[in-house]
């Protein structure tokens, strides 16, 4: 008896199962069908407005309304951004720029709806906003609204909204939340976010500078890695900084990584004293400077890498292989470590070596 109404309550949740499956694939079938439909017709609204425009120094009054109607509706705009994804971005700035208000008023809807919303509406901006210049709009303060009891994904999308709008005072507005807030938002994003600013990068750089001693050090190391990116002229500017032991272990690392991609001479002492292991220090700069000296080029450079091949940590025997490799030292004059007594150093050599042999 038990058997059997086990066995009937498994056929009715295979059935209940089957049944749910088909209704989902109808439905999602008919809504696909329906967005597919919606984005031809803002195709044609799109073609028409962008024709009017040439004419015209403003949308249509019918246009606008439609679009402040409809788009409130996520499945509209879903359909709509498909609709802009099938124009080069150039070929549409006219209609772009002028759905700034437009965007404006649906942001105050947006702020009402749930996470996942905002973050897709945030997301079309990041990918079809203007850099509408250096003044600070309603639409960029309406956007960090949106991260009130935010998710990562929403927090995400709103940055690269900022980025995409092109305010320094917006970007560093957010920045500054986040720090107060103490949310997790990783370094690489933040910097790769920051690295497709529209607006004046160089500005930009200098502004989030000046929050060195008030950031903590995670949104410290994605502002060192964006000038990394993009700039060779903050050199003298972080020559004290890495300097000093007082600055945090983690934006050093990334200040020895710049310094990797934009070679300062004055620098390159204080790499050789990180090489040195008689110094007292953490052995993270150690194995980043080995990294880092490939650049240096040098007879002490050669020197100091042949030391680091012996050293107890693997890192730090990698690295330095590797930078006596992209130096292109002769093997000759890699005699002593060949012949040496220390297997590893060897091998970590031999294998780097055939690496860039392959």
Known sequence: MVINLLLYVYLFSCFALFIFNLLYMILSSFLNKRCHQKCSQYETQIMNESIYLQTHSKLSISHERYLLKRLRNINDLIAFNKALDHFEKKSVEPYLTQLLPIWQQLAVSYLK?????????????????????????????????????????CREN??????????????????????????????????????????????????????????????????????????????????????????????????????????????????????????IQDVSLTIVSAFALDHYPGNKTIELLKKALCHHNWYVRRNAAASLVHLKVAKKDLKDIYEGKDPYAKEILTYMYKKQEV
């Open 158 to 279: 709103v940055f690269k909204a900022l980025c995409t709008l092109g305010n320094i005072q917006a970007v560093e507005n957010m920045m500054n939340i986040i720090n107060d807030k103490e949310w997790f938002h990783h370094q690489k994003l933040i910097a790769d976010n920051l690295s497709v600013f529209q607006g004046d990068q160089e500005l930009l750089m200098t502004r989030l500078w000046q929050h060195v001693n008030e950031w903590n050090d995670h949104l410290m190391v994605a502002v060192v890695q964006f000038i990394s990116q993009k700039n060779g002229n903050f050199q003298q500017i972080f020559l004290p900084y890495l300097r000093s032991p007082q600055t945090s272990l983690e934006v050093r690392l990334a200040m020895i990584r710049y310094y990797r991609l934009h070679p300062y001479e004055p620098v390159r002492e204080i790499l050789y004293s990180f090489i040195d292991d008689t110094m």
């Open 113 to 153: 709806k749930d996470n996942m919303k905002k973050a897709f509406f945030a997301y079309v901006i990041s990918k079809h906003g203007l850099y509408y210049g250096k003044e600070y709009r309603p639409l960029m303060q309406l956007l960090l609204q949106f991260l009130d009891h935010s998710t990562i994904y």
